[in-house]
């Protein structure tokens, strides 16, 4: 079972522009992290934010954490064509050190 | 470059045939983790190692085993290949156990059963 949604599922947008991608999951949290992935290969690891923690910046990515309504966003700011990826948070529980995935948002930068 | 390298990077079996996957951690990472990527999905967590023990396991058949070697190394084997076994299959490695730490994943071995 996944514990995060992603939302959208995917997303189209001009380079340049900024892309927002939301997930949201369902039990408490130590962390939440995000991932890219490109081309159905390795993931890489963007971002961790802890649970008391509310927003976190890393050069043009920025995520905020939302505990009360249990959600993240992932914002990329002035998009590149390097940035067409597919997109995953990722969350830690308790003292079960297993990561809890979404299904994704497929995020395609167009020229 | 992540460190964390996986061969082979496809395999075909048929229904019935076992498989062994390889991952090469990151030197000095103590903890290695499975992941099974169905086509258009997260990953799904499959077991956890940890200095050659296993130290977690997700909701996959007995059928689904690994090992931990002391150089690094690690396996997934799967015995009685279904064809819902068809999937990019990921490990990652991480320096210990703590729960927030991030992990270095390989590039996968997609494996396709027919």
């Known amino acids: 079972s996944q514990q995060g949604e992603e939302d959208p599922q995917a997303l189209s947008i001009q380079e340049g522009e900024n892309a927002t991608m939301n997930c949201s999951y369902k039990t408490s949290i130590n962390n939440l992290q995000w991932y890219r992935q490109n081309s159905g290969r390795g993931l890489v690891h963007l971002i961790l934010?802890?649970?008391n923690e509310r927003e976190k910046h890393s050069g043009r990515l920025r995520v905020t954490l939302d505990t009360s309504k249990k959600s993240s966003s992932l914002l990329i700011t002035a998009s590149r064509a390097a940035d067409t990826a597919s997109y995953f948070c990722a969350t830690g529980q308790g003292s079960n050190y297993q990561l809890i995935w979404g299904a994704g948002t497929k995020l395609i930068i167009k020229p | 470059e992540t460190g964390v390298t996986q061969s082979p990077t496809h395999l075909i079996k048929t229904r019935g045939q076992q498989v062994t996957l390889r991952c090469s951690s990151q030197s000095g990472h103590n903890t290695v983790s499975w992941y099974q990527q169905a086509l258009g999905q997260g990953p799904q967590f499959i077991f956890q190692?940890?200095?050659?023990?296993?130290?977690g396991r997700g909701n996959f058949p007995p059928r689904f085993s690994g090992l931990q070697f002391p150089n690094y190394s690690s396996e997934l084997n799967v015995n009685a290949l279904e064809l819902d076994d068809s999937a990019l299959y990921l490990c990652?490695?991480?320096?210990?156990?703590?729960?927030?730490?991030?992990?270095?994943f390989g590039s996968g071995t997609q494996l396709s059963v027919l």
């Open positions: 990652a490695s991480s320096l210990d156990l703590q729960g927030d730490e991030k992990l270095f």
């Open positions: 934010i802890r649970s």
């Open positions: 190692y940890y200095r050659e023990e296993e130290n």
